[in-house]
């Protein structure tokens, strides 16, 4: 069988075998998967073509036993006769919101060479998404600057808009044409069934770089007030850059010496002379670095510059918490990397990504992207689960000089400052009430959800802060006690008040007891 793969980018290794300067950075994830196909012992014979303007005539190429094709415009004609030179027996569309995904169907479509279409972003979702939470006076550009953006490209956000618009409109017009579509969550089935509805949908997971599948894995490390923050991208509002900056000051708060890390280039700046231009053409970046002045952020935000696999591998271990609080997302490769590592995330409850990562499992999901006050509680009360903080910082605290220094100690989240709710309280049963003591059933093996400290006693993690803090609203006193999963809904009502662990909603167990979830 011969398989023409159409991809968005020219992946290093077709650029090698042509003879091209491969980009620094980029096509990790094409190339992770071309990998993984190869492979197999039944692959089929692949063609990985790419629109590359740097090849003059149509170019193909081989080498390792894949051929590689470079169409210097995406144009009818240029497709026709790649499809005739391979003579594929099957077209697979890589993404489907570049114009290339369109023509390239159109010319297969009318040799009678079946395509298949792969779904990456929901590109209509993005669309609408774009410049939530942006300032409406950021929304709107005049003459003079798209002036300048046509021959020095800047960061204007209708000219953004107007891009996604049209990306969303291609999309469209693929997915309406589309008889055979491979998608990974229920957020993008969802679309293929409203955009596409002719198509089968046919689950497939994506892969990613090969380099986040081998040894070493994260581990929690000693931060002290000092935690690292993660954050993939902030170059343009979808990302929500903006939102992390607002909730930054709450974690600040309790970890002072707490640090931002951004993947990716910090805002332009070619000195004074030119400032006020490029903050004009670049009204996102210019929001944000007030925000960072405005917030007294300034110390606590870092930018890394581009990384290639390696060094956001390293980004990655060298991070105590990774965020995704992006306004639309389908299934985040920079959330599944952190994931396969075991770094702790925060993410927003967007698209596809619920499908990805499980609420107090994986990490936590903070609700919508553009709530400060949510993300930083989520930030948190994550950070006080997952990493250690010295005790001699703890020590100097307190006074007391007969800790020992050289141990560490879990911080949880401080829930000292609830204050009991007598309307809520007065709602509980004699039953729960009556003895001032709110009992919780917990399976203390599930980190960083619920686990126990260092002392081998003591019941840790985000879910037994939740407790407390349920417990403070009731003006009950908490305690939780450690269970094997299996007994704690059955202990429900007799044993305990409350079982709180990574329980999955079943029919079976509603009816055994009330889930709040």
């Known amino acids: 069988m011969k398989v023409l793969w159409l991809v968005s980018i020219t992946i290093p290794a077709a650029a090698d075998a042509c003879g091209l300067q491969a980009k620094e950075i980029g096509g990790g994830w094409l190339s992770g998967a071309l990998g993984g196909m190869t492979a197999a012992p039944d692959a089929p014979a692949i063609t990985v073509a790419s629109v590359d303007a740097r090849a003059e005539t149509l170019t193909v190429c081989s080498k390792n036993g894949v051929s590689f094709a470079l169409v210097p415009t995406g144009s009818v004609e240029n497709f026709s006769a790649l499809l005739k030179k391979i003579a594929p027996d099957l077209v697979h569309i890589w993404g489907t919101e570049y114009a290339a995904a369109r023509t390239i169907q159109q010319a297969a479509q009318a040799a009678g060479i079946p395509v298949l279409v792969g779904i990456q972003g929901v590109m209509v979702d993005c669309a609408l998404h774009l410049n939530d939470g942006v300032p409406a006076r950021l929304l709107h550009s005049c003459a003079a600057q798209h002036l300048i953006d046509r021959h020095v490209p800047g960061g204007l956000l209708d000219v953004n808009q107007a891009r996604f618009d049209t990306l969303a409109q291609s999309e469209a017009a693929v997915l309406a044409n589309a008889r055979h579509v491979t998608g990974r969550t229920s957020f993008d089935r969802s679309a293929v069934q409203k955009l596409a509805p002719q198509a089968s949908y046919y689950p497939c997971n994506e892969t990613l770089r090969p380099e986040f599948y081998t040894p070493p894995v994260w581990h929690p490390r000693t931060f002290g007030e000092a935690p690292v923050l993660l954050l993939s991208q902030g170059n343009y509002p979808l990302k929500n850059l903006h939102t992390v900056l607002k909730a930054l000051p709450a974690v600040l708060a309790q970890y002072p010496g707490a640090v931002l890390r951004v993947a990716g280039w910090p805002p332009l700046d070619k000195g004074p002379l030119l400032r006020p231009v490029i903050d004009w053409m670049f009204p996102y970046q210019t929001w944000c670095k007030?925000?960072?002045?405005?917030?007294?952020?300034?110390?606590?935000?870092?930018?890394?510059?581009?990384?290639?696999a390696a060094a956001m591998r390293q980004a990655y271990l060298d991070a105590d918490?990774?965020?995704?609080?992006?306004?639309?997302?389908?299934?985040?490769?920079?959330?599944?990397?952190?994931m396969l590592l075991g770094?702790?995330?925060?993410?927003?409850?967007?698209?596809g990504i619920p499908d990805m990562l499980q609420s107090g499992v994986q990490g936590m999901l903070y609700g919508v992207a553009g709530d400060d006050a949510a993300l930083s509680a989520a930030m948190l009360i994550a950070v006080a689960a997952c990493g250690t903080t010295d005790s001699t910082d703890t020590v100097s605290k307190s006074g007391d000089s007969s800790k020992d220094s050289s141990s560490t100690s879990i911080q949880g989240f401080d829930t000292s400052s609830i204050q009991k709710d007598d309307e809520i309280a007065a709602l509980l049963p004699d039953s729960v009430a009556g003895d001032g003591t709110l009992t919780v059933g917990a399976d203390t093996s599930y980190a960083p959800a619920e686990f126990l400290a260092e002392d081998g006693k003591t019941p840790v993690g985000f879910d037994v802060d939740l407790s407390k803090a349920l417990a403070a609203v009731f003006g009950l006193?908490?305690?939780?006690?450690?269970?094997?999963?299996?007994?704690?809904?059955?202990?429900?009502?007799?044993?305990?008040?409350?079982?709180?662990?990574?329980?999955?909603?079943?029919?079976?167990?509603?009816?055994?007891?009330?889930?709040?979830t």
Do not use: W
Not at 294 to 302: E, K, M, P, T, Y
Not at 343 to 351: I, K, N, R
């Open 290 to 308: 007030q925000l960072i002045r405005r917030l007294g952020l300034a110390d606590h935000v870092q930018y890394t510059g581009p990384l290639d």
């Open 343 to 351: 770094l702790p995330c925060v993410a927003s409850a967007a698209g």
């Open 321 to 338: 918490l990774f965020l995704l609080p992006s306004y639309s997302e389908n299934s985040p490769n920079s959330l599944g990397e952190a």
């Open 477 to 516: 006193k908490e305690n939780t006690v450690s269970s094997t999963f299996d007994s704690i809904i059955p202990s429900v009502g007799s044993k305990y008040d409350i079982g709180i662990s990574s329980f999955t909603v079943t029919k079976e167990r509603m009816e055994a007891v009330d889930f709040v």
